[in-house]
């Protein structure tokens, strides 16, 4: 029986509804989408390794049965869940200990006898010199009468379970959505580009990822890089790079207010409201993006740098152009606290131009909210500064030029769009400056941003000291305190962070319950204040303008002030529970210090006991500031999908594609996508792969209405 690809996933045999809703949940619905999700990893049972020639240090997938299993005895206080497990299986050659953490779920599931497939490393067992063992293998228990052709015999995918859906039975799923494949597919890759990189058909691909042929290799498979996986990655960046490729053709398409910049005026006006002198880089951010405004084109343009390397004034500079060109600009910030951060250093440095800022935040009080509307519609507001509340319905701009976002990684791309549209009342497309600290690796930077232009800021501003990093424990925190404390008493500043704001079930230490504490005992005599991010809007404020006058000495805060957060005064950052932190984050968070001349100190404090990635992010955080190095490192660590945060990763929305993995099949993709969409003689090409675009394609980009 074939399953068309665009059915439902609850066609498909052993998926009911319990199973469609966890599926649901990764945005699994039709076949198709379902069939999207490849293999993590490939498992050898044509040819089992036996016991015996298990070796430390090797990996082994061997079928073996259960010869006992319990929890450890030396280990009973770890009780339910957590209790280690320990299983004893044995196969013709010999039998293996093997050990499983938070094993209690285990207890009473494994009959003697049973027939398991095995998968994982073996290791010389830690409190047994001499003996081997695994720590939680992977397994798969077997039926024993009879065989089923798609778990043994045959090289086996393994999937990643999703929720209680576990490999075993994806892969029946999957078997069946397979066999029940049409004998016609429809492939958006062009004949003509398949067969000059050797690609198989969709088809074909779909068939071999996901139950390949006993001749293809096991390692390919497992590095990605067999045929059928390379070309369903090829196909997943191409269509993503064409999308890119067409919004881009169609922005430049649109028309947009050409500023006038060369002006004297504009130029006095610049110069007026500048505070410092530029940095390098920064003059040539100004200056790239000066000639995007000149054009009748609607600018499109990244400025990518460092924490702390000075894009606020960049923005600033654009607004103040647009202002020049009586147009109105407006910047949205992904938290209030920055919003009004922002408010306050355009208040300062634009006012004495005699130029208008407002400031936009759901926090303000209603009757304050429809002033700021009134004065933003009527144009009397020119420099417009908000969060999320800019983009609600009721916001209408009299004539808005220039769209800015500022660390345009925490929105959405939709969100970003519908700033735009506020300029679309009056027929012209604005002019988008987007700014990101969020340090892209280069070699992938322009490849999943190849709609924009990209200005880099690769310069700190002048009189920076590096800071010094380190990492403690608990029981040094006494000492923790006492440098904050010197600190404090030279007059600076400093942060505390902690990663929840209310103590809850993990035991971890709580802001609020902290703050207490460190007030009442720990700094007595020095003036302490609390942010949060569920603070009204108005303490958020109140709180962040003491820190800024330094009546505030010392901020217990949580990751609220992770993002932008700019008092040059603090030099001191401590972090507890450090090893919670993502390395991206951490990053964000020590860049809050080290903006001043003054020399300033990150305070890393966790556990004595932590894992071992844990132990190596900390140690990468020791060891360098450098953005794009750490960045480097989180994509290690992580994986890209965590990397770019979930809302980018959803919204690129790569199901089989890893694009730190697969660069190389990126490039080739960006070229391949850009070269058919630039190419007029290729339009009946583009059209044809536009029309066989796979439903999730369409659903995600609405490509098919590009075109
Ligand atoms: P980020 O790029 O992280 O948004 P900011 O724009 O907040 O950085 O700038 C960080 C700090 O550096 C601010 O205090 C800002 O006033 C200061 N700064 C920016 N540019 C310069 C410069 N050219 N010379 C001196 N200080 C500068
Ligand atoms: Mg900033």
Known sequence: ?????????????????????LLDGRGIRTVEDFLAYLPF???????????????PGGVYTLRARVASGGALPHARFLRGRDAIYHLLVQDATGSLHCKFFHGGYLEGRLKPGQQLVLHGKAEIDRYRPGRLEMVNPQFEALNDEQEDSTEVGRIVPIYEAIGSFNSRAIRRAMFQALAGLPSQVPDPLPAELLERLGYPSRREALLRAHFPPPQESLEALNAFASPAQERLIFEE?????????????????????????????????????????PTGAQKRALAEIAADLEKPAPMNRLLQGDVGSGKTIVALETAVIALENRCQAALMAPTEILAVQHFLAAR???????????????????????????RIRSGEAQLVIGTHALIEENVEFARLGVVIIDEQHRFGVLQRKRLMDKAASHGRAPHVLVMTATPIPRTLSLTLYGDLD???LDELPPGRTPIETRVTSEPHLPGVWESLRREVARGRQGYVVYPVIEESKQELKAAIVEYERLSREVF?????????????SSEKEDVMLRFRTAEVQILVATTVVEVGVDVPNATVMVIEHAERFGLAQLHQLRGRIGRGGEKSHCILVAPLRMTDEAAKRLETMARTSDGFEIAEMDLQFRGPGEFFGTRQHGELGFQVANPLRDRKLLELARREAFALADNVAQAETLRRVLAQLPVH???RYHLAQVG
Do not use: C
């Not at 498992?43 to 298990?54: G, K, N, P």
């Not at 490729?245 to 006038?260: D, K, S, V």
């Not at 300062?348 to 936009?360: F, M, N, S, T, V």
């Open 1 to 21: 029986m074939t399953i068309g690809l665009t059915e439902d996933v609850r066609l498909l045999k052993g998926v009911g509804l319990q199973r469609a809703a």
């Open 41 to 55: 990893r490939y498992e050898d049972r044509i040819r089992f390794s036996t016991i015996r020639e298990v070796q």
């Open 237 to 277: 960046f191409f269509l993503y790079q064409l999308s890119l490729a067409l919004g881009r053709q169609a922005a430049r398409r649109e028309n947009a207010i050409a500023f006038r910049v060369r002006e004297d005026r504009v130029r006095q006006a610049l110069k007026r409201i500048l505070p410092f002198k």
């Open 348 to 374: 300062r440095i634009l006012q004495p131009g005699g130029y208008r800022a407002e400031l936009l935040i759901s926090g303000l009080k209603p009757g304050e909210k429809t002033a700021a509307r009134d």
């Open 454 to 456: 990209v200005s880099v």
């Open 524 to 536: 007595p005599k020095v003036r302490l204040g609390l942010l949060h991010g569920r603070l009204p």
């Open 697 to 699: 394609w369409q659903r």
